[in-house]
């Protein structure tokens, strides 16, 4: 049992500061949950997987120890790498969804966008973009409602442009990707109106609902400093992963191989040979 002592309190509001998460939530009357140690990639196109893509699997699973890694695709990948990690997964067949409520969608990525929220929102866990690279685990990140992380304006992290989406960590039935699934309702067609902007807003009025990491956390380096990942090598301690940007960095993907990530020594490449 958790004891205060009441000489060492000045105001309710530091009483709560002391108790944890989950004994906040039996005083006020809900059922304390948390966020599963589960895994959730999602592929679409039946595309074959590139050493990239089996990279943020692998990472993971290695990591943060999962207790399920779950593949949403609506046709099996091919190629090699799909063969190495297929063992270490639970492939579930899933389409691609063309409209959110009644809206035909812009983007073959807005219609993953709400797949993951409906994965999430009836699952819990965790959700990565193929194109991450786990570093530490999540773990100590489990006992919250939403995880998600800023997206900074580049250069020396001067600005908070959004929230990112390519890394979501979730309860089942998480209010806020309530909300924001929600939010599409009012859906508009650009690119990261919803994806992007709509979660900062949300975040800012409900800030009970979410905690919001750094972008160093999960998305730095930023998508304007993609030199920093693939060309240098550096050590980023507050990464839990590393998001690699993949449209903007695709000139350095299509380069890589086995060999190229056991020799060069940059940023990615001293990570990812740990997995190989």
């Not at 060492?8 to 039996?26: D, F, N, W, Y």
């Not at 067949?93 to 807005?110: C, I, Q």
């Not at 350095?252 to 990570?271: F, G, P, S």
Request: with cysteine; hydrophobic share 40%.
């Amino acid at each position: 049992m958790h004891v205060i002592e009441r000489d060492t309190l000045r105001s309710p509001m530091e009483a709560t500061k002391q108790l944890s998460r989950g004994q906040v939530a039996q005083l006020s009357g809900r059922i304390a949950m948390s966020i599963p140690n589960t895994f959730h990639f999602i592929w679409m196109g039946g595309r074959a997987l590139n050493i990239v893509h089996y990279l943020a699997i692998k990472s993971a699973v290695e990591v943060n120890r999962p207790k399920q890694v779950s593949f949403y695709c609506d046709a099996i990948p091919t190629g090699i790498w799909f063969d190495k990690i297929r063992a270490q997964l639970d492939v579930v067949h899933r389409s691609l969804p063309k409209t959110v409520f009644g809206r035909p969608l812009a983007f073959p990525e807005h219609g993953v966008d709400q797949l993951k929220y409906d994965i999430l929102l009836a699952n819990g866990g965790i959700y990565l973009d193929l194109d991450t690279m786990c570093k530490k685990p999540f773990a100590d990140l489990l006992d919250n409602p939403c995880v998600l992380g800023w997206e900074g304006t580049g250069g020396e992290l001067p600005g908070l442009r959004g929230c990112c989406n390519g890394v979501v960590l979730a309860e089942k039935g998480s209010e806020f990707l309530r909300m924001w699934r929600e939010s599409y309702r009012f859906y508009s067609g650009h690119w990261d109106v919803h994806s992007v902007v709509v979660p900062a807003i949300l975040a800012s009025l409900h800030p009970h609902q979410v905690k919001m990491m750094p972008p160093t956390s999960f998305h730095y380096p930023l998508w304007n400093q993609i030199d920093l990942l693939f060309v240098e090598n550096h050590d980023y301690p507050d990464a839990y992963c590393h998001h690699l940007w993949n449209k903007k960095s695709a000139r350095h993907i299509e380069r890589l191989t086995e060999e190229a990530i056991r020799q060069q020594d940059t940023t990615y490449n001293v990570i990812a040979r740990r997995y190989l």
